[in-house]
Protein backbone atom coordinates (compact mmCIF):
# COMPACT_ATOMS: atom_id res chain seq x y z
CA UNK A 1 0.00 0.00 0.00
CA UNK A 2 1.48 3.56 -0.81
CA UNK A 3 1.37 6.01 1.90
CA UNK A 4 2.55 8.37 -0.94
CA UNK A 5 4.13 11.83 -0.88
CA UNK A 6 6.53 13.90 -2.54
CA UNK A 7 7.69 16.01 0.65
CA UNK A 8 8.06 12.92 2.78
CA UNK A 9 11.61 12.26 4.24
CA UNK A 10 12.97 10.30 7.16
CA UNK A 11 14.10 12.07 10.26
CA UNK A 12 16.58 9.95 12.59
CA UNK A 13 15.29 11.45 16.19
CA UNK A 14 18.51 9.86 17.58
CA UNK A 15 21.40 11.17 15.22
CA UNK A 16 18.74 14.56 14.99
CA UNK A 17 19.30 14.17 10.98
CA UNK A 18 17.22 14.50 8.20
CA UNK A 19 17.22 12.06 4.93
CA UNK A 20 15.00 11.85 1.95
CA UNK A 21 13.93 8.39 1.45
CA UNK A 22 12.32 8.61 -1.54
CA UNK A 23 9.43 10.12 -2.98
CA UNK A 24 7.04 7.77 -2.41
CA UNK A 25 7.20 6.06 0.84
CA UNK A 26 5.25 2.19 0.98
CA UNK A 27 4.46 -0.03 3.61
CA UNK A 28 7.39 -2.00 3.23
CA UNK A 29 9.86 1.01 3.94
CA UNK A 30 8.46 1.55 7.53
CA UNK A 31 9.22 -1.80 8.02
CA UNK A 32 12.92 -1.02 6.96
CA UNK A 33 13.51 2.25 9.12
CA UNK A 34 13.39 2.27 12.80
CA UNK A 35 10.52 3.72 15.20
CA UNK A 36 12.76 6.56 15.24
CA UNK A 37 12.48 7.47 11.64
CA UNK A 38 9.49 9.87 11.25
CA UNK A 39 7.60 11.03 8.29
CA UNK A 40 8.28 14.72 7.67
CA UNK A 41 4.78 16.25 6.47
CA UNK A 42 4.35 20.51 7.87
CA UNK A 43 7.15 22.36 7.49
CA UNK A 44 7.20 26.28 8.49
CA UNK A 45 9.85 28.43 8.77
CA UNK A 46 11.30 27.51 12.35
CA UNK A 47 8.52 24.14 13.53
CA UNK A 48 8.26 20.74 11.44
CA UNK A 49 5.97 18.17 12.69
CA UNK A 50 6.38 14.72 11.52
CA UNK A 51 3.94 11.87 12.45
CA UNK A 52 4.97 8.38 11.70
CA UNK A 53 3.04 4.79 12.72
CA UNK A 54 5.12 1.49 13.19
CA UNK A 55 3.98 -1.51 13.60
CA UNK A 56 1.67 -0.90 16.67
CA UNK A 57 3.37 2.65 18.01
CA UNK A 58 2.95 5.84 16.62
CA UNK A 59 3.66 9.22 17.39
CA UNK A 60 4.39 13.30 16.23
CA UNK A 61 7.40 15.52 17.06
CA UNK A 62 8.01 18.73 16.96
CA UNK A 63 11.52 19.63 15.76
CA UNK A 64 13.00 23.35 15.45
CA UNK A 65 15.01 24.09 12.60
CA UNK A 66 16.27 27.23 13.84
CA UNK A 67 17.52 25.22 17.43
CA UNK A 68 18.32 22.27 15.33
CA UNK A 69 16.75 20.36 17.97
CA UNK A 70 13.90 17.89 18.92
CA UNK A 71 11.05 20.36 20.94
CA UNK A 72 8.90 17.27 21.67
CA UNK A 73 8.64 13.77 20.47
CA UNK A 74 5.50 11.70 21.87
CA UNK A 75 5.51 8.22 20.81
CA UNK A 76 2.32 5.54 21.62
CA UNK A 77 1.94 2.02 21.69
CA UNK A 78 -1.52 0.87 20.88
CA UNK A 79 -3.23 -2.08 21.54
CA UNK A 80 -5.63 -1.95 19.20
CA UNK A 81 -3.49 -2.24 15.67
CA UNK A 82 -3.56 -5.16 14.14
CA UNK A 83 -0.04 -5.50 13.75
CA UNK A 84 0.32 -5.58 17.39
CA UNK A 85 2.90 -7.11 19.59
CA UNK A 86 -0.12 -8.69 21.59
CA UNK A 87 0.27 -11.73 19.25
CA UNK A 88 3.23 -12.57 20.96
CA UNK A 89 1.53 -13.41 24.44
CA UNK A 90 1.39 -16.73 25.77
CA UNK A 91 -1.94 -18.02 25.28
CA UNK A 92 -3.79 -20.20 27.75
CA UNK A 93 -6.02 -22.41 25.19
CA UNK A 94 -8.24 -23.98 27.23
CA UNK A 95 -9.30 -26.36 24.19
CA UNK A 96 -5.75 -28.10 23.74
CA UNK A 97 -3.83 -29.68 26.26
CA UNK A 98 -0.78 -27.81 27.76
CA UNK A 99 2.65 -28.52 26.96
CA UNK A 100 4.09 -27.73 30.57
CA UNK A 101 5.13 -24.07 29.47
CA UNK A 102 5.14 -22.04 32.96
CA UNK A 103 3.80 -18.42 32.21
CA UNK A 104 3.12 -15.67 35.51
CA UNK A 105 -0.87 -15.19 34.24
CA UNK A 106 -3.70 -13.16 35.55
CA UNK A 107 -7.01 -12.50 34.08
CA UNK A 108 -7.91 -9.07 35.84
CA UNK A 109 -6.15 -5.99 36.78
CA UNK A 110 -5.15 -6.48 40.48
CA UNK A 111 -2.85 -6.74 43.14
CA UNK A 112 0.40 -8.82 42.76
CA UNK A 113 -2.34 -11.64 43.93
CA UNK A 114 -3.92 -12.10 41.23
CA UNK A 115 -0.98 -13.04 39.01
CA UNK A 116 -0.42 -16.53 39.15
CA UNK A 117 1.62 -18.93 37.58
CA UNK A 118 0.57 -21.56 35.08
CA UNK A 119 1.22 -24.34 32.38
CA UNK A 120 0.43 -23.14 29.13
CA UNK A 121 1.30 -24.10 25.51
CA UNK A 122 4.28 -22.87 23.78
CA UNK A 123 3.62 -20.09 21.53
CA UNK A 124 4.44 -21.57 17.53
CA UNK A 125 6.25 -18.15 15.83
CA UNK A 126 4.86 -16.89 13.01
CA UNK A 127 6.96 -16.54 9.14
CA UNK A 128 8.68 -13.26 10.34
CA UNK A 129 8.98 -14.03 14.53
CA UNK A 130 11.39 -16.25 16.63
CA UNK A 131 10.54 -18.41 19.75
CA UNK A 132 12.56 -17.30 22.33
CA UNK A 133 13.37 -19.59 25.92
CA UNK A 134 13.13 -16.96 28.50
CA UNK A 135 15.64 -17.06 31.14
CA UNK A 136 15.26 -14.20 32.73
CA UNK A 137 13.35 -11.17 33.22
CA UNK A 138 13.38 -7.85 34.73
CA UNK A 139 10.03 -6.97 37.15
CA UNK A 140 9.89 -3.26 37.33
CA UNK A 141 7.39 -0.44 37.84
CA UNK A 142 6.41 -0.51 34.04
CA UNK A 143 5.22 -4.13 34.79
CA UNK A 144 3.54 -3.18 38.05
CA UNK A 145 1.10 -0.08 36.39
CA UNK A 146 0.05 -2.82 33.60
CA UNK A 147 -0.28 -5.47 36.45
CA UNK A 148 -2.61 -3.23 38.54
CA UNK A 149 -4.33 -1.21 35.76
CA UNK A 150 -2.89 2.00 36.98
CA UNK A 151 -2.71 4.50 35.76
CA UNK A 152 -6.35 4.67 34.30
CA UNK A 153 -5.02 6.35 30.97
CA UNK A 154 -2.63 3.63 30.39
CA UNK A 155 -5.95 1.10 30.05
CA UNK A 156 -6.00 2.61 26.43
CA UNK A 157 -3.14 0.25 25.35
CA UNK A 158 -3.55 -2.45 27.91
CA UNK A 159 -7.38 -2.76 27.97
CA UNK A 160 -9.87 -1.09 29.53
CA UNK A 161 -11.61 -3.04 30.98
CA UNK A 162 -9.53 -6.36 31.42
CA UNK A 163 -5.84 -6.63 30.30
CA UNK A 164 -5.59 -7.53 26.97
CA UNK A 165 -2.09 -9.69 27.61
CA UNK A 166 -2.67 -13.12 29.82
CA UNK A 167 1.18 -12.29 30.87
CA UNK A 168 3.86 -9.45 32.50
CA UNK A 169 6.77 -9.11 31.17
CA UNK A 170 8.45 -6.08 29.04
CA UNK A 171 11.80 -7.47 28.59
CA UNK A 172 13.65 -10.64 28.43
CA UNK A 173 17.09 -12.45 28.42
CA UNK A 174 17.13 -16.02 26.77
CA UNK A 175 17.94 -18.20 24.02
CA UNK A 176 16.57 -18.53 20.37
CA UNK A 177 15.14 -21.63 20.52
CA UNK A 178 13.60 -21.63 16.79
CA UNK A 179 12.76 -19.15 14.16
CA UNK A 180 9.73 -18.84 11.31
CA UNK A 181 11.30 -19.75 7.83
CA UNK A 182 11.57 -15.70 7.16
CA UNK A 183 14.04 -14.72 9.50
CA UNK A 184 17.26 -13.58 8.82
CA UNK A 185 18.61 -11.97 11.41
CA UNK A 186 18.97 -14.64 13.95
CA UNK A 187 19.36 -18.25 14.73
CA UNK A 188 18.39 -20.77 16.43
CA UNK A 189 20.45 -21.58 19.65
CA UNK A 190 21.87 -17.47 19.91
CA UNK A 191 21.33 -15.71 23.08
CA UNK A 192 19.40 -12.85 22.78
CA UNK A 193 18.27 -9.95 25.12
CA UNK A 194 15.26 -7.41 24.59
CA UNK A 195 12.67 -4.92 25.72
CA UNK A 196 9.27 -4.75 23.71
CA UNK A 197 7.73 -1.51 25.44
CA UNK A 198 6.18 0.37 28.58
CA UNK A 199 3.03 -2.23 28.06
CA UNK A 200 4.21 -5.43 27.80
CA UNK A 201 4.99 -8.25 26.10
CA UNK A 202 4.42 -11.25 27.90
CA UNK A 203 7.63 -11.77 28.52
CA UNK A 204 7.05 -13.77 32.37
CA UNK A 205 7.13 -16.32 30.44
CA UNK A 206 9.46 -19.37 29.92
CA UNK A 207 8.58 -19.25 25.98
CA UNK A 208 8.06 -16.01 24.23
CA UNK A 209 7.50 -15.60 20.53
CA UNK A 210 8.53 -12.07 19.03
CA UNK A 211 8.93 -10.78 15.28
CA UNK A 212 12.55 -10.08 14.85
CA UNK A 213 11.89 -6.76 14.10
CA UNK A 214 10.91 -6.35 18.04
CA UNK A 215 13.24 -4.84 20.31
CA UNK A 216 15.72 -8.09 20.01
CA UNK A 217 19.37 -7.66 19.78
CA UNK A 218 22.29 -10.16 21.13
CA UNK A 219 23.21 -10.48 24.63
CA UNK A 220 26.70 -9.62 25.81
CA UNK A 221 28.86 -12.68 26.02
CA UNK A 222 30.51 -12.12 29.41
CA UNK A 223 27.14 -11.66 31.42
CA UNK A 224 24.63 -13.94 32.14
CA UNK A 225 20.93 -14.12 31.69
CA UNK A 226 20.06 -12.22 35.37
CA UNK A 227 22.69 -9.79 34.87
CA UNK A 228 21.47 -8.95 30.95
CA UNK A 229 18.01 -8.71 32.37
CA UNK A 230 19.04 -5.55 34.41
CA UNK A 231 20.44 -4.22 31.74
CA UNK A 232 17.01 -3.88 29.83
CA UNK A 233 14.07 -1.83 30.63
CA UNK A 234 15.59 0.47 33.31
CA UNK A 235 18.42 1.51 30.92
CA UNK A 236 16.57 1.61 27.64
CA UNK A 237 15.04 4.42 29.62
CA UNK A 238 17.85 6.43 30.35
CA UNK A 239 19.62 5.44 27.14
CA UNK A 240 16.68 7.10 25.13
CA UNK A 241 16.31 10.24 27.01
CA UNK A 242 20.61 10.88 26.96
CA UNK A 243 20.37 9.88 23.02
CA UNK A 244 18.31 12.57 22.66
CA UNK A 245 19.86 15.18 25.36
CA UNK A 246 23.32 14.18 24.02
CA UNK A 247 25.12 15.62 27.17
CA UNK A 248 28.89 16.32 26.56
CA UNK A 249 31.74 15.99 28.64
CA UNK A 250 32.65 18.55 31.04
CA UNK A 251 28.34 19.22 31.31
CA UNK A 252 26.76 18.77 34.69
CA UNK A 253 24.12 16.80 35.65
CA UNK A 254 21.65 16.04 38.47
CA UNK A 255 20.02 12.77 38.71
CA UNK A 256 17.31 12.69 41.10
CA UNK A 257 16.01 8.84 42.04
CA UNK A 258 19.24 8.13 41.22
CA UNK A 259 19.37 4.44 43.02
CA UNK A 260 16.39 3.15 40.88
CA UNK A 261 16.41 1.19 37.29
CA UNK A 262 16.64 4.30 35.48
CA UNK A 263 18.29 6.46 38.24
CA UNK A 264 21.09 4.28 38.22
CA UNK A 265 21.66 3.59 34.80
CA UNK A 266 21.09 7.35 34.03
CA UNK A 267 24.31 7.38 36.34
CA UNK A 268 26.26 4.91 34.73
CA UNK A 269 25.55 6.36 31.11
CA UNK A 270 26.36 10.00 32.00
CA UNK A 271 29.49 9.07 33.25
CA UNK A 272 30.33 7.14 29.91
CA UNK A 273 29.98 10.57 28.31
CA UNK A 274 32.91 11.81 31.11
CA UNK A 275 29.49 14.39 32.78
CA UNK A 276 29.77 15.32 36.46
CA UNK A 277 26.88 13.59 38.25
CA UNK A 278 25.22 14.68 41.41
CA UNK A 279 23.37 11.50 42.74
CA UNK A 280 20.17 12.29 44.86
CA UNK A 281 19.34 9.12 46.83
CA UNK A 282 19.14 8.08 50.33
CA UNK A 283 22.44 8.02 52.22
CA UNK A 284 22.44 4.30 52.43
CA UNK A 285 23.24 4.20 49.18
CA UNK A 286 26.16 6.45 48.76
CA UNK A 287 28.84 3.81 48.55
CA UNK A 288 26.51 2.19 45.18
CA UNK A 289 26.36 5.37 43.72
CA UNK A 290 29.97 6.09 43.91
CA UNK A 291 30.93 3.02 42.56
CA UNK A 292 28.42 3.50 39.32
CA UNK A 293 31.11 6.46 39.38
CA UNK A 294 29.13 9.82 40.54
CA UNK A 295 31.29 12.94 41.60
CA UNK A 296 28.59 13.80 44.14
CA UNK A 297 25.89 11.93 46.66
CA UNK A 298 23.44 14.16 48.21
CA UNK A 299 20.93 12.45 50.69
CA UNK A 300 17.42 13.80 49.68
CA UNK A 301 16.24 12.68 53.28
CA UNK A 302 18.41 14.38 55.09
CA UNK A 303 19.15 17.96 52.99
CA UNK A 304 17.22 19.81 50.70
CA UNK A 305 18.73 18.83 47.36
CA UNK A 306 17.11 22.22 45.95
CA UNK A 307 20.11 24.15 48.05
CA UNK A 308 22.51 22.50 45.83
CA UNK A 309 25.02 25.33 44.94
CA UNK A 310 25.88 23.65 41.54
CA UNK A 311 23.95 24.88 38.54
CA UNK A 312 23.62 21.92 36.04
CA UNK A 313 23.18 21.37 32.43
CA UNK A 314 20.99 18.48 32.52
CA UNK A 315 18.03 17.61 35.80
CA UNK A 316 16.82 14.08 35.47
CA UNK A 317 14.09 13.35 38.15
CA UNK A 318 14.69 9.51 37.60
CA UNK A 319 12.01 8.43 39.81
CA UNK A 320 9.10 10.47 38.85
CA UNK A 321 8.86 12.30 42.52
CA UNK A 322 10.52 15.78 42.25
CA UNK A 323 9.14 18.59 39.71
CA UNK A 324 10.21 20.86 37.04
CA UNK A 325 9.28 23.91 39.55
CA UNK A 326 11.09 22.67 42.07
CA UNK A 327 14.30 21.84 40.13
CA UNK A 328 14.28 25.17 37.82
CA UNK A 329 16.90 27.54 40.03
CA UNK A 330 19.81 24.86 40.21
CA UNK A 331 19.59 25.07 35.94
CA UNK A 332 21.60 26.67 33.92
CA UNK A 333 20.52 29.10 31.98
CA UNK A 334 20.30 26.98 29.18
CA UNK A 335 19.76 23.39 31.29
CA UNK A 336 17.78 20.58 30.46
CA UNK A 337 14.65 19.23 32.56
CA UNK A 338 13.36 15.78 31.82
CA UNK A 339 11.31 12.96 34.31
CA UNK A 340 10.21 9.50 34.31
CA UNK A 341 6.33 10.68 35.28
CA UNK A 342 4.73 13.37 35.75
CA UNK A 343 2.17 14.26 32.49
CA UNK A 344 2.42 18.00 33.96
CA UNK A 345 5.84 18.16 31.91
CA UNK A 346 4.30 17.90 28.39
CA UNK A 347 2.84 21.28 29.63
CA UNK A 348 6.13 22.61 30.58
CA UNK A 349 7.73 21.29 27.27
CA UNK A 350 5.50 23.81 25.13
CA UNK A 351 5.81 26.06 27.40
CA UNK A 352 9.74 25.96 27.71
CA UNK A 353 9.52 25.93 24.08
CA UNK A 354 8.00 29.40 23.57
CA UNK A 355 9.70 30.95 26.67
CA UNK A 356 13.06 31.47 28.12
CA UNK A 357 16.20 29.54 27.60
CA UNK A 358 15.58 26.55 30.44
CA UNK A 359 13.90 23.86 28.85
CA UNK A 360 11.89 20.66 29.87
CA UNK A 361 11.86 17.79 27.25
CA UNK A 362 9.49 15.32 27.33
CA UNK A 363 10.50 12.72 26.03
CA UNK A 364 8.57 9.31 24.43
CA UNK A 365 10.53 5.98 23.77
CA UNK A 366 12.52 5.72 20.45
CA UNK A 367 14.77 3.49 18.80
CA UNK A 368 14.80 0.25 20.63
CA UNK A 369 17.14 -1.72 19.00
CA UNK A 370 19.49 1.24 18.86
CA UNK A 371 19.64 2.14 22.29
CA UNK A 372 19.79 -1.73 23.60
CA UNK A 373 22.96 -1.95 21.08
CA UNK A 374 24.38 0.95 22.68
CA UNK A 375 23.73 -0.75 26.10
CA UNK A 376 25.43 -4.01 24.87
CA UNK A 377 28.24 -2.33 23.51
CA UNK A 378 29.13 -0.46 26.90
CA UNK A 379 28.39 -3.60 28.74
CA UNK A 380 31.21 -5.54 26.99
CA UNK A 381 33.66 -2.66 27.15
CA UNK A 382 32.99 -3.13 31.21
CA UNK A 383 31.57 0.51 31.29
CA UNK A 384 27.95 -0.51 32.15
CA UNK A 385 27.28 -2.75 35.04
CA UNK A 386 24.11 -4.31 35.86
CA UNK A 387 22.39 -3.46 38.75
CA UNK A 388 20.26 -6.48 40.85
CA UNK A 389 18.55 -5.78 43.97
CA UNK A 390 16.64 -9.16 44.29
CA UNK A 391 16.21 -12.43 42.15
CA UNK A 392 13.04 -14.28 42.20
CA UNK A 393 12.05 -17.59 40.86
CA UNK A 394 9.14 -17.68 38.13
CA UNK A 395 6.79 -19.53 41.01
CA UNK A 396 7.32 -16.60 43.30
CA UNK A 397 6.66 -13.75 40.84
CA UNK A 398 3.74 -12.34 42.99
CA UNK A 399 5.98 -11.62 45.61
CA UNK A 400 8.80 -9.64 43.24
CA UNK A 401 5.71 -7.48 42.32
CA UNK A 402 5.08 -7.06 45.72
CA UNK A 403 8.31 -5.72 46.20
CA UNK A 404 8.89 -3.71 43.37
CA UNK A 405 5.16 -2.01 44.42
CA UNK A 406 6.79 -0.49 47.76
CA UNK A 407 8.77 1.39 45.44
CA UNK A 408 12.36 0.92 47.33
CA UNK A 409 13.56 -1.80 45.10
CA UNK A 410 17.65 -0.55 44.23
CA UNK A 411 18.42 -1.12 40.58
CA UNK A 412 16.58 -4.24 39.26
CA UNK A 413 14.14 -6.61 40.61
CA UNK A 414 14.61 -10.12 38.24
CA UNK A 415 12.39 -13.82 37.66
CA UNK A 416 14.55 -16.67 36.65
CA UNK A 417 12.93 -19.08 34.58
CA UNK A 418 14.14 -22.24 34.80
N1 LIG B 1 7.89 7.40 31.43
C1 LIG B 1 7.96 6.08 31.24
O1 LIG B 1 7.78 5.57 30.14
C2 LIG B 1 8.30 5.22 32.40
C3 LIG B 1 8.67 3.91 32.20
C4 LIG B 1 9.06 3.13 33.29
C5 LIG B 1 9.02 3.68 34.55
N2 LIG B 1 8.59 4.94 34.72
C6 LIG B 1 8.54 5.55 36.05
O2 LIG B 1 9.86 5.85 36.41
C7 LIG B 1 9.96 5.81 37.81
C8 LIG B 1 11.25 5.13 38.19
O3 LIG B 1 11.24 3.79 37.79
P1 LIG B 1 12.37 2.87 38.39
O4 LIG B 1 12.07 1.50 37.93
O5 LIG B 1 13.71 3.43 38.14
O6 LIG B 1 12.01 3.05 39.90
P2 LIG B 1 12.45 2.22 41.09
O7 LIG B 1 13.57 1.33 40.70
O8 LIG B 1 11.25 1.64 41.71
O9 LIG B 1 13.04 3.37 42.00
C9 LIG B 1 12.95 3.25 43.32
C10 LIG B 1 14.07 4.07 43.93
O10 LIG B 1 13.65 5.39 44.04
C11 LIG B 1 14.17 5.91 45.25
N3 LIG B 1 13.14 6.77 45.80
C12 LIG B 1 11.94 6.39 46.28
N4 LIG B 1 11.27 7.48 46.71
C13 LIG B 1 12.08 8.54 46.48
C14 LIG B 1 11.95 9.94 46.69
N5 LIG B 1 10.84 10.47 47.20
N6 LIG B 1 12.96 10.71 46.32
C15 LIG B 1 14.10 10.20 45.77
N7 LIG B 1 14.27 8.90 45.55
C16 LIG B 1 13.27 8.08 45.90
C17 LIG B 1 14.45 4.73 46.15
O11 LIG B 1 15.80 4.79 46.58
P3 LIG B 1 16.28 5.45 47.95
O12 LIG B 1 16.50 4.31 48.89
O13 LIG B 1 17.51 6.16 47.53
O14 LIG B 1 15.18 6.36 48.41
C18 LIG B 1 14.37 3.52 45.26
O15 LIG B 1 15.60 2.88 45.11
C19 LIG B 1 8.71 5.14 38.33
O16 LIG B 1 7.89 6.14 38.90
C20 LIG B 1 8.06 4.58 37.11
O17 LIG B 1 6.66 4.59 37.19
C21 LIG B 1 8.26 5.73 33.68
Known sequence: ??????????????????????????????DAVNVTDVMIRSTSDDLQIGFFAHGDAAGAILYSKKRRRVILNIVVVSSLSRTSSRRWAPRIDHNQTSDGVKAAVRSRYGPPAVLTVQEVTTPAPKDDEVLIRVHAASVNRSDYHVLTGSPWPMRCFTGLIRPTLASTGTDFAGRIESTGPKVSKFKAGENVMGFGGVFGIGSHAQYLALSERGGIVPMP??????????????????????TQVKPRAGQKALVYGATGAIGSA?????????????????????????????????????????????????IVDAVGKTSYVACRKLMQNDGVYTSSGGFENLFFAVATWLVGRK??????????????????????????????????PIEKISEAFAYVGTGEKIGNVIVTMD
Open 266 to 314: YVQLLKCSDVYVTAVCADEHRHLMMSLGADKVVDYRTQDFTRDTERYDL
Open 1 to 30: MARSSPTYQAFDARKQERRVVRDTVREDDL
Open 359 to 392: RVLFIGPTDIVGNLMLIKDLVEQGRFKPVIDRQY
Open 221 to 242: ASITYVQAAACLEGAYYAATAL
